[in-house]
């Protein structure tokens, strides 16, 4: 599709998603499952839904210490790509996005995937597009024009503080709608019989030597077969209740929204140079954020120099925007590993299964992760795609240095 093509697809509103009118039921949790699954985010909904298509493990409970989806799926800024360095994770992010393609047929909800494409201004970029072809991945290099066809309203004049010399562009990549695909996804599972259990939180696990048998919650103790870790930013804190030190370390990651504009912003751009990432959501808000900040925390709220600094950096590449108005800003709380990839896989003990250290991709990686880490807790072994990511990384020195290609955090 050229880009006028895409322009003008995008100028056409997408239609609401049809939400249907049953959603899920809200069981009471039973004193026993043959699988738990700790987080109902993302990433633990699309485990328990393949636990249960792929693998036939319908005895399964989601256990969310809040809302269904209300922690970092409700918090990030939706973009989805699969263009990273490294083959390991060039793999898992495509084998996502071809997930992607299918999921509102796969579900039977539109997840409103939109494919608008992902422009990066990055280092190393001709490296970048190299490496994803040869990884059989679209990526293109264009020039400061066929940037500015892509997106006409982003500055390439010469006289900005950070000329834009050319940048990396997958037609595939885009956004996608984050609650329509929480529930798209916890509805599938509850048709197939798996328990979604709010304000429902793990406190610690039931072990027997070294094999966990089920959790301790604040709606009482749980026995169960396989025991899955998907707790986004707060992996290190659930682990260090059975004495398991995970490699990550969790920061706050913010984002904001404007006012609702006209559709105006056609695809999804990245700039490492000026640090941030900036796309038009459905509705017509712009969506804004930029790097973890720097320090420790679980504090689900913005920093005003971040968000200043953030703001500056908009409108270095779109000057249209300087009379836009902030509407509200937020902060996810991340989990982030030294090589800044995943960890999904084994653990110590016997029956216990860990997926963290996402970082500022588990959006993307959403359908791909929870295809994996079901066949991980259904098997008891990696999927050749999780292979690589397993913890054992750390102590053979196999890491997978993701932190260039992350870009700027997504």
Same mark, same amino acid.
């Given at each position: 599709?050229?880009?006028?093509?895409?322009?003008?697809?995008?100028?056409?509103?997408?239609?609401?998603?049809?939400?249907?009118?049953?959603?899920?039921?809200?069981?009471?949790?039973?004193?026993?499952?043959?699988?738990?699954?700790?987080?109902?985010?993302?990433?633990?909904?699309?485990?328990?839904?393949?636990?249960?298509?792929?693998?036939?493990?319908?005895?399964?409970?989601?256990?969310?210490?809040?809302?269904?989806?209300?922690?970092?799926?409700?918090?990030?800024?939706?973009?989805?790509?699969?263009?990273?360095?490294?083959?390991?994770?060039?793999?898992?992010?495509?084998?996502?996005?071809?997930?992607?393609?299918?999921?509102?047929?796969?579900?039977?909800?539109?997840?409103?995937?939109?494919?608008?494409?992902?422009?990066?201004?990055?280092?190393?970029?001709?490296?970048?597009?190299?490496?994803?072809?040869?990884?059989?991945?679209?990526?293109?290099?264009?020039?400061?024009?066929?940037?500015?066809?892509?997106?006409?309203?982003?500055?390439?004049?010469?006289?900005?503080?950070?000329?834009?010399?050319?940048?990396?562009?997958?037609?595939?990549?885009?956004?996608?709608?984050?609650?329509?695909?929480?529930?798209?996804?916890?509805?599938?599972?509850?048709?197939?019989?798996?328990?979604?259990?709010?304000?429902?939180?793990?406190?610690?696990?039931?072990?027997?030597?070294?094999?966990?048998?089920?959790?301790?919650?604040?709606?009482?103790?749980?026995?169960? #077969?396989? =025991?899955?870790?998907?707790?986004?930013?707060? !992996?290190? @804190?659930?682990?260090? *209740?059975?004495?398991?030190? &995970?490699? $990550?370390?969790?920061?706050?990651?913010?984002?904001?929204?404007?006012?609702?504009?006209?559709?105006?912003?056609?695809?999804?751009?990245?700039?490492?140079?000026?640090?941030?990432?900036?796309?038009?959501?459905?509705?017509?808000?712009?969506?804004?954020?930029?790097?973890?900040?720097?320090?420790?925390?679980?504090?689900?709220?913005?920093?005003?120099?971040?968000?200043?600094?953030?703001?500056?950096?908009?409108?270095?590449?779109?000057?249209?925007?300087?009379?836009?108005?902030?509407?509200?800003?937020? #902060?996810? =709380?991340?989990?982030?590993?030294?090589?800044? !990839?995943? @960890?999904?896989?084994? *653990?110590?003990?016997?029956? &216990?299964? $860990?997926?963290?250290?996402?970082?500022?991709?588990?959006?993307?990686?959403?359908?791909?992760?929870?295809?994996?880490?079901?066949?991980?807790?259904?098997?008891?072994?990696?999927?050749?795609?999780?292979?690589?990511?397993?913890?054992?990384?750390?102590?053979?020195?196999?890491?997978?240095?993701?932190?260039?290609?992350?870009?700027?955090?997504?």
């Amino acid at each position: 599709m050229s880009a006028e093509a895409r322009r003008g697809a995008e100028r056409q509103a997408p239609a609401a998603a049809e939400l249907p009118d049953d959603l899920w039921r809200n069981p009471e949790p039973k004193g026993s499952y043959d699988a738990v699954v700790v987080g109902a985010g993302g990433h633990g909904l699309a485990t328990a839904y393949y636990l249960a298509k792929n693998h036939g493990i319908t005895n399964t409970a989601v256990l969310e210490r809040g809302w269904l989806a209300g922690g970092n799926m409700a918090r990030n800024t939706t973009i989805i790509r699969s263009n990273y360095l490294w083959d390991e994770s060039a793999a898992i992010y495509e084998h996502a996005l071809q997930l992607w393609e299918g999921l509102a047929d796969e579900l039977g909800v539109d997840v409103l995937f939109s494919q608008r494409g992902v422009l990066q201004r990055v280092r190393e970029s001709t490296r970048r597009v190299q490496a994803n072809r040869l990884n059989g991945i679209d990526a293109e290099w264009l020039t400061p024009e066929e940037v500015r066809e892509a997106c006409p309203i982003l500055d390439i004049s010469a006289s900005t503080r950070y000329p834009v010399l050319g940048a990396t562009f997958q037609p595939r990549a885009g956004i996608a709608k984050h609650d329509y695909v929480a529930w798209a996804y916890a509805r599938a599972a509850d048709r197939l019989g798996v328990d979604l259990v709010q304000n429902c939180e793990v406190t610690g696990f039931l072990r027997d030597g070294d094999r966990v048998a089920g959790v301790r919650t604040t709606r009482g103790d749980i026995r169960a #077969g396989l =025991v899955g870790m998907a707790a986004a930013g707060r !992996s290190s @804190v659930l682990a260090d *209740t059975v004495g398991l030190r &995970l490699p $990550v370390q969790s920061h706050p990651l913010q984002a904001l929204v404007s006012e609702l504009l006209e559709p105006v912003h056609p695809t999804v751009v990245m700039s490492n140079a000026v640090h941030v990432y900036v796309s038009q959501a459905h509705k017509g808000e712009l969506v804004m954020g930029a790097g973890v900040d720097q320090y420790n925390g679980y504090g689900q709220r913005g920093s005003v120099h971040v968000i200043e600094h953030q703001l500056a950096a908009a409108l270095e590449l779109f000057p249209v925007f300087a009379r836009a108005r902030v509407l509200r800003t937020w #902060g996810g =709380v991340v989990d982030v590993t030294p090589d800044a !990839s995943p @960890v999904v896989g084994l *653990t110590p003990f016997e029956n &216990l299964y $860990v997926n963290c250290g996402w970082g500022t991709g588990g959006f993307k990686a959403t359908p791909a992760a929870g295809w994996v880490f079901a066949h991980t807790m259904a098997t008891g072994a990696p999927h050749e795609l999780n292979l690589p990511f397993t913890l054992e990384r750390f102590t053979t020195g196999a890491l997978i240095d993701e932190h260039g290609a992350a870009a700027v955090a997504h």
